[in-house]
């Protein structure tokens, strides 16, 4: 546009309300809205005015911002076609201005002889002008319309057909047209200077394209910004996209889509919530792998931190994406298998037992947290199945598809629920986090008989397994028909040492020694300092703290807790100076997770940037401990190696205190998994790890890190077959097996069968089934029938309790008559009684009373409770003459009366929700007063499912469904609906409730900004992410209200017909 760079342009923000414009009217404004122009009428283009160079004097003009109030009045242009029709007048009467300038023009008329030979063919070329040349004069009235006058999208269309006009007025030089037609011939020059340009056709096409795009603009709502609609066009383009492609995919094709097969916004989003711009070399080419685009199944290995969960995760959204199918993401949890325990005698006997719940519910709340904002952004479902949370069978959604992240039993659980209702075709993805521990006791067994049943019972369901490096990884793809992937890449380089002495030595498995010399450890120390500390661990983090991280394992809880407050007694007054506000502050919120209390130890550490990390802490403290970690708040960690198995928690230098894990030496897997957190990505060029030793230890360790990759075993007939009893009652119970044959040809798909040869030497396969179901019907289990087809095998009553429940069958004969019993004399007077009966049976023989405390709690108890312990088979006097030391004739169930001792400590725990409290007057650990609580929580809800397929249980449905919410939690009431979002522990719901946010949907509707400012020590990430989660979980209980008000509005298929 002429001198349009002298024209001052201010830009308005303005609300999304409609506007005023009375003072913006011209010709183009609809009819109704101008007030002064009949629909009729068509307005005179002369009477507007034109661009000139007096811009320079005119009003800056206002312009509206693009994400607001698009089109303003204008949004009422589909009802009020004035404007359209006004269009049509100004082609006509540009075409009768064409026609009338034509007969009143003559050869005298015109000056010029050199347009003589265009006179004789003026008929034709008359007719030609006037029907098929629109020409600028109807440009004109757009251009000379002041754009301001026009929402974003029209402007932008018009500022593209005026520069076109421009374009094609420089190619014409001095044939282009002027603002002045008072002769045809003009006309018709420009008509001949334009066709070399473009056609008639293209002209009239400016109009016609004008009105689709005015009515486009004025469909849409004005409270939407066309660059919304945008992306959300081609989000939803890419995602149709991506679902044909995976219809018709082959193995020449691998790109699925611009991210994967997944929309962009999908990488914009691990952008923003994760921090991950770029994928390594590793994972695009895993993605791409032909037996990925092909769906088939899938093991890849990697060294700890190589990045393997992204990979899943980026499979996992188009799983719920791409194909709309659900995906099940199983994370299992190395447990804490060889730590000592208070009362403990053998090690072995706690494994797989205590502290499960408690460091799976950290995992999984990392898991859900992460997961919960791009289910939020991208319309999916995440749901929470570990402890007592989850739906069997889960909610069947019609419009929305779920991610389960569950742990190792829940998710045997739902996929027999699925499996029962028909539904695991619904089931496109199943994920397995540390598939290694396929070989890890009685829950390898579980993994083992999870997949064994989605491979039998779906064909379309693909596998996806995350694993450590094997030496046997080709047994694992028989079982789960599965190719490998496997890549030893690390973003950071490890450099392994280890220290003899006051040497330090780098381990190389290529020299003969296998320890080359590295360097002397260079740090002065006293005589008292070297009998407190002989293994030089000083001089090893004080190289690296508190510039950098450290982690120091230790071989026992309390040996944890020893290092820490040793390396604080000569650090220098310097490392108090390090965050010291974070510090106060961390500690102020250990104080109140504590409800006033802290831990002496922690006291101490804290403020020189050390903590102690086992599972003596309770789950608030580790949360509270690990984030302070991660946020270098605290530089240094003595931990166990439960740290190394679970929580991801990197650091520079990782010390091992000693190559023993309490009185065993380590495996290569636990060695492999510790010294891999050195090295933080994107933070350290390099990780270091060194391995503290004894002379005595020097031949053990040469083997440890020079040994080959260990071998995984199935685990189905682990302690006795138990596994292969749970199996077989399971698959009969779901009518996935009805015979003796069918459970063999069952069984034969199994680890177990590939590797029959090294497990099986005493006898068979078939003998092992044949002989555990014969024990089954022992057990009164399963019953045998007989019809045509031979004998039919099918579950008792007691037995689909059991599998249902997922109790043990060890416990399931002992908890019908601890049921049967309690209901005879069910007292309802407290929870005590009922609190005894979900006491988990595998918690027992960690219990040793103390009682003197066990007769001062007893006598605390009132009446009808004594009554109670004495009808169970605990009478006072046993407790009097146990407590004054002497001796007591009558023989007593010692499980009784340990089980009845653990009920008095949750007991207490119900009533004052403190646990510090309840830990010194037991003289507990806390940790292990939470993991109590965590069992008996996960137990009450299989104890439930039990009894809901038996009959004469019906009364204890209603009782254990409230006390299993009372058991998940451990707080008043009030606060039960904010500690169900991930994340909210007891001391931040007390915070949230305190500053009015008082239910979940006050939380699901915060403004994290606000929140953050509200609740004392909550930064924003931490408010986005509890709003998050909130809002994940509001959703989930609206659509399953949902889905049940369409099932009883739905019409029955059945309904009889006349």
């Excluded at 908890?815 to 009966?837: I, P, Q, T």
């Excluded at 009808?871 to 001796?887: D, H, I, L, Y």
């Amino acid at each position: 546009m002429m001198n349009a760079e002298k024209q001052e342009i201010k830009v308005r923000r303005v609300s999304s309300r409609k506007r005023s414009r009375d003072s913006l009217k011209s010709h183009l404004t609809p009819a109704k809205k101008r007030g002064s122009t009949s629909l009729g009428q068509c307005p005179d283009s002369t009477e507007n005015g034109v661009f000139t160079g007096a811009m320079a004097d005119i009003k800056a003009t206002e312009y509206c911002s693009d994400n607001e109030d698009l089109f303003g009045d204008y949004d009422s242009i589909l009802g009020d076609s004035s404007f359209l029709a006004k269009l049509d007048c100004a082609e006509q009467d540009e075409r009768r201005h064409g026609l009338h300038c034509a007969a009143n023009t003559g050869p005298a008329d015109q000056p010029d002889a050199d347009f003589t030979s265009l006179r004789s063919s003026k008929d034709s070329l008359l007719k030609q002008a006037c029907d098929d040349v629109l020409t600028d004069s109807i440009l004109d009235d757009f251009r000379e319309e002041s754009l301001k006058d026009l929402p974003a999208t029209q402007r932008e269309f018009q500022e593209e057909v005026l520069e076109g006009a421009k374009r094609d007025k420089r190619r014409e030089g001095d044939k282009t047209s002027t603002p002045f037609r008072n002769t045809v011939e003009e006309e018709t020059e420009r008509a001949f200077g334009n066709r070399t340009a473009s056609s008639p056709k293209a002209k009239r096409r400016v109009t016609d394209q004008l009105k689709r795009a005015l009515l486009c603009n004025a469909a849409a709502p004005s409270s939407v910004s066309r660059t919304a609609v945008l992306k959300e066009a081609v989000v939803s383009e890419e995602i149709s996209f991506a679902m044909q492609a995976m219809e018709t995919v082959s193995a020449e094709t691998t790109d699925l889509g611009p991210f994967f097969g997944l929309p962009t916004k999908v990488k914009d989003l691990i952008c923003k919530l994760k921090g991950i711009k770029n994928l390594y070399d590793w994972q695009e080419t895993c993605l791409n792998l032909d037996c990925v685009q092909e769906r088939r199944n899938l093991i890849y290995s990697l060294p700890t931190s190589g990045g393997k969960t992204l990979v899943a995760e980026i499979l996992i959204l188009r799983e719920l994406l791409c194909r709309k199918k659900d995906s099940l993401f199983i994370l299992p949890y190395v447990a804490l298998v060889q730590e000592k325990v208070p009362g403990l005698k053998d090690n072995r006997a706690m494994q797989n037992k205590p502290f499960i719940s408690l460091l799976i519910s950290v995992l999984l709340y990392l898991q859900v947290r992460g997961l919960a904002s791009f289910g939020l952004e991208l319309d999916f479902m995440v749901e929470e199945y570990a402890g007592s949370k989850g739906r069997f069978p889960p909610v069947k959604r019609r419009n929305r598809r779920s991610l389960y992240i569950a742990t190792i039993e829940k998710a045997h659980s739902l996929v027999n629920s699925l499996i029962e209702t028909d539904r695991l075709d619904n089931l496109g993805l199943v994920v397995v986090d540390e598939l290694h521990m396929l070989g890890d006791g009685s829950r390898g067994a579980v993994i083992e008989m999870t997949l064994a049943k989605v491979l039998y019972a779906s064909k379309t369901t693909q596998i996806i397994g995350m694993s450590a490096t094997l030496g046997n990884i080709k047994d694992l793809q028989t079982f789960l028909r599965a190719e490998n992937y496997t890549n030893d890449f690390r973003p950071v380089q490890l450099r392994e040492y280890v220290k003899l002495k006051d040497s330090i030595y780098e381990v190389d498995p290529k020299e003969e020694d296998c320890f080359k010399f590295s360097r002397p450890l260079n740090f002065k120390y006293s005589s008292s300092m070297q009998k407190i500390d002989p293994d030089h661990i000083i001089a090893l983090v004080t190289e690296v703290i508190p510039t950098h991280s450290c982690l120091v394992f230790c071989p026992t809880k309390k040996n944890c807790e020893n290092v820490a407050g040793m390396i604080c007694k000569y650090l220098k007054e310097e490392f108090l100076l390090h965050k010291e506000a974070e510090k106060a502050v961390l500690l102020r919120e250990l104080r109140n997770s504590g409800n006033g209390s802290v831990c002496p130890v922690l006291r101490k550490t804290v403020p020189y940037g050390l903590a102690y990390h086992h599972s003596g802490l309770t789950g608030e403290e580790r949360k509270l401990v690990e984030d302070a970690y991660s946020d270098g708040v605290l530089c240094l960690l003595a931990c166990t190696s439960t740290l190394a198995a679970g929580i991801n928690l990197p650091a520079r230098r990782v010390i091992l205190r000693s190559p023993y894990v309490a009185t065993d030496f380590l495996k290569r897997s636990q060695y492999k998994q510790m010294v891999g957190r050195a090295g933080r990505a994107g933070i350290d060029t390099i990780g270091e790890s060194i391995l503290i030793l004894q002379d005595k230890d020097k031949t053990m360790a040469k083997k440890l890190v020079s040994a080959p990759m260990e071998i995984c075993y199935s685990n189905l007939m682990h302690d006795n077959g138990k596994g292969v009893l749970s199996l077989i009652l399971s698959l009969i119970g779901l009518n996935i097996t009805s015979s003796l044959e069918q459970v063999k040809d069952f069984m034969s798909a199994t680890l177990l069968h590939v590797q029959e040869r090294q497990l099986c030497v005493e006898r068979s396969l078939g003998e092992t089934v044949q002989e555990c179901v014969g024990l089954l019907k022992e057990k009164g289990l399963v019953a045998v029938s007989a019809d045509a087809r031979g004998e039919i095998l099918q579950v008792t009553r007691l037995g689909k309790a059991t599998y249902k429940g997922s109790v043990d069958l060890t416990y399931s004969d002992e908890l019908y008559k601890d049921l049967s019993k309690g209901l005879e004399s069910l007292m309802l007077d407290s929870f005590l009684h009922l609190v005894y009966l979900v006491t988990p049976y595998d918690l027992i023989s960690q219990c040793k009373p103390d009682w003197m405390i066990y007769f001062r709690q007893f006598t605390l108890l009132s009446t009808s409770e004594q009554k109670m312990s004495a009808a169970v088979g605990v009478p006072e006097s046993f407790v009097a003459r146990k407590a004054a030391g002497q001796t007591v004739k009558k023989n007593m169930n010692p499980v009784v009366v340990k089980r009845l001792y653990l009920a008095l400590v949750l007991f207490n725990l119900l009533k004052e929700t403190n646990l510090w409290s309840v830990a010194e007057k037991f003289q507990l650990s806390r940790g292990f007063i939470q993991t109590l609580l965590s069992s008996s929580s996960a137990f009450c809800s299989c104890v439930l499912h039990f009894t809901e397929e038996l009959e004469e249980f019906w009364p204890f449905k209603a009782l254990l469904a409230e006390l299993t919410r009372r058991l998940s939690y451990c707080v008043t009431a009030e606060l039960i609906p904010l500690m169900e979002v991930a994340g909210v522990m007891e001391s931040r719901a007390k915070q949230l409730y305190n500053a009015g946010y008082k239910t979940l949907a006050h939380l699901a509707n915060a403004d994290p900004s606000a929140l953050a400012k509200n609740v004392e020590n909550l930064y924003k990430k931490q408010a986005n992410q509890i709003v998050a989660s909130a809002k994940m979980l509001l959703n989930e209980k609206a659509a399953a209200l949902q889905e049940e008000v369409d099932d009883l509005l739905m019409m029955p298929l059945d309904l009889p017909q006349l």
